[in-house]
């Protein structure tokens, strides 16, 4: 015997179809509301064998077998339901988490090109920095870059040209001095 009952667990197993079992133009189970229920029998008697029918607020695919006994006999129909209403809405909810992902990868982009553009602006910066304080002879400046790279390698030949033009510096101060020393020593020997 077929009841309300059984209608809701073929729904369950089918994963949301819906299923109105009828008898001599009479409905005795159905796993639809009402309303929804005399809409598709009228939608389906009207017509016929179309197998997209409405109940005026959702779309169904429509599938219609007869039941029979166990002699063969009518004994009345199964119409089963189908909605779209589920797979709309699985749509429109991928929709929005692509959306979401799209959006937050953007997002994700922009933070890392930002990181990336700071992390080798600021050795530039330093070396910038550093470049000015030779530029006021200050040859005793040097730049701490810790990095492997190329900037990383800028920065340690910056230290070595430093040093070296400090002790070019401080050589040619203790050559000048020399030579200050003799010409003072020539001129008190003269």
Request: one cysteine or more.
């Amino acid at each position: 015997s077929v009841n309300h009952a059984v209608a809701q667990r073929l729904k369950e197993s089918t994963g949301g179809s819906e299923f109105v079992f009828e008898s001599n133009d009479r409905i005795f189970a159905s796993t639809l509301n009402p309303r929804a229920t005399r809409a598709l029998q009228k939608a389906v008697i009207s017509e016929g064998e179309l197998p997209l029918v409405s109940d005026g607020v959702s779309e169904y695919v429509s599938l219609k077998r007869a039941l029979v006994d166990l002699e063969g006999n009518s004994i009345g129909r199964l119409c089963i339901y189908r909605s779209f209403d589920s797979a709309r809405q699985s749509l429109s909810e991928l929709g929005r988490n692509i959306v979401a992902i799209w959006l937050a990868a953007i997002l994700l982009g922009l933070l890392l090109s930002y990181e990336l553009a700071r992390r080798i602006v600021q050795p530039v910066r330093i070396l910038d920095a550093a470049a000015a304080e030779v530029g006021r002879q200050n040859y005793s400046h040097r730049v701490d870059l810790k990095s492997s790279d190329e900037l990383g390698r800028l920065g340690k030949t910056f230290n070595a040209m430093c040093e070296s033009i400090q002790k070019a510096r401080q050589e040619l101060i203790l050559k000048e001095r020399i030579s200050t020393i003799g010409r003072m020593a020539s001129s008190i020997v003269h």
